[in-house]
């Protein structure tokens, strides 16, 4: 047996370390876990004390990784997963991977991503909204009829999101309906853009879903969603879910004066071509359209580096269509947060909403805290005690 020469053990262990060095790359996991109680008046008839996951963010562990390609090009991707804490259940239908799921690329002008992944609405404007900062799911617009609180993504979809140009963002998504010899069927796109100055920060976004009871809002299970089911389960608008396409233009925007932080968004939904039972349930016998408009203002307060308090008010209204007059929903609450580290807190959220009018469902509009049992009245009183740990 021969000796290796030194000179190639040297030239081996050279090409090794030329080829780690050029394609470093890094994996990372991280997560969420929230867990705690929540009292409602009124759930279904009765009051109820009950324990539950992810209220203030949604509990998740998942993979984040990306890999240097060299010339300003990264290999990027996120593998994320829901699940709930208090019977180990996987979130979002079942999916294993349910609430992000993409494999892309970035370079100096953007990043292209593949897969599963949230709209560019989402991307630019829901970040103004109280859920996704200290209010958490109760707090979303009734229903999350907008998805400003994440609740549905988009499939199939292929997404460009720009670098950051002073302070100016913009982004666009497109997800593929996959249904053959019908392009147009299933398909989802976004458009989005957002500014920031200073203390002042605005973002616009529009989402329009084709068929968006199978589309979009069927997106959340392990099997195919088929039209005869009513793939969304809020009063608030379940019953327009044989609308041909679904429309939803936001703006949202704040300024942040010291240790106050002033906010405020506005939505304008549109459910369009009712009455297309191949893409969902009509048993009202809706035709036409029906529109939402929501407006929110929020203000927040860090009172002490480790302690903060905020408060919130919503309002929904539903246009008259040619069977009913129509919904009004007001919704306000308050929250307070204390850390007790800079991954661990505890919080306090008390939300109150009432209803009026008549609902997606034809009959009298009840109280619907988003994700929550509905009211079996009007109004509804909800406090939430929980503990939040980040990783």
Known sequence: MKNRSPSLCALAVATVACTSAHAQSSVTLYGIVDVGLNYQSNASGGRLVAMTSGVNQGSRFGFVGAEDLGGDLKAVFRLENGFDITNGKLGQ??????????????????????????????DFVSQYSVSNQWGGYISAHPGDLDNFNYSFRSNNSVKFTSVNYNGLSFGGLYSFGGTAGDETRNQIWSLGTAYTHGPFSIGVGYLNARNPNTSLFGGNSSTTATAAAANASSPVYRGYLSAHSYQDIGVGASYTIGNATFGATYSNITFRGMGDTTSGPNAAHYTGKETFNNA??????????????????????????????????????????????????????????????????????????NVLAPSSSDSIKVVRVGLRHKF
């Open 93 to 122: 239908g079942g999916l294993l991977f349910g609430r992000q799921a993409y494999v892309g690329l970035s370079s100096r002008y953007g990043t292209l991503t593949f897969g599963r992944q949230y709209d560019s609405l989402i």
């Open 296 to 369: 929110e203002a929020n203000f927040s307060y860090q009172i002490t580096p480790t302690w903060m308090a905020g408060i919130a008010y919503d309002y929904t209204k539903s246009g008259s269509n040619n069977v009913n007059e129509g919904a009004i929903y007001h919704q306000a609450e308050a929250s307070t947060h204390y850390f007790l580290s800079k991954t661990t807190d505890v919080y306090l959220s008390v939300i109150y909403q009432h209803a009026s009018g008549t609902d997606s469902t034809n009959t009298p509009a009840v109280a619907a805290i």
